[in-house]
């Protein structure tokens, strides 16, 4: 059975992209809006990795990140933004991301990260 990365983004484009993306090389996808939404289906599912948008209404990427460590800190982490990494990289480091993609990523950016994570 594949895999399963569970996307989490309030952009349904985007996030509909990166689950064809991850398809490519033989993941499942799930996709959530926000980050309530991704903390429910990890507590009710088998979610091998998270990729999260940092930006997004209610949680940030980065409370989520921290939430995730906390409850399931086995769970690969990776944050995705279209803003430098230099702006949020001391925050990244300190709540543990386990990666970074800057929009626009590209496909051997997902394939790179699914070879060091899972």
Same mark, same amino acid.
């Given at each position: 059975?594949a895999?399963t990365?569970?996307i ?8 509909? +992209? +990166?689950?064809e993306?991850?398809?490519?090389f033989d ?8 980050g309530q939404?991704?903390?429910d289906k990890?507590?009710s599912?088998?979610?091998?990795m998270?990729?999260t948008?940092m930006?997004?209404p209610?949680?940030?990427? +980065?409370?989520?990140?921290?939430e995730?460590k906390?409850r ?6 990776? +944050?995705?933004?279209g803003?430098?990494?230099d702006?949020?990289d001391?925050?990244?480091v300190?709540?543990?991301?386990d990666?970074f993609l800057n929009?626009?990523f590209?496909?051997?950016?997902i394939?790179g990260?699914?070879?060091d994570?899972?």
């Open positions: 059975m895999k990365i569970l989490v983004d309030d952009n349904p484009n985007m996030s509909s +992209l +990166l689950a993306m991850l398809e490519v993941y499942g996808a799930v996709r959530a809006a926000d939404d991704a903390l990890i507590e599912g088998q979610v091998a998270v990729i948008d930006r997004m209610k949680m940030s990427g +980065l409370e989520l990140l921290q995730i906390e399931r800190p086995d769970i690969p982490v990776v +944050l995705i933004s803003y430098s990494v702006e949020v001391s925050d990244i300190k709540n543990k991301a990666g929009k626009p590209m496909m051997s950016d394939e990260l699914l070879a994570l899972l």
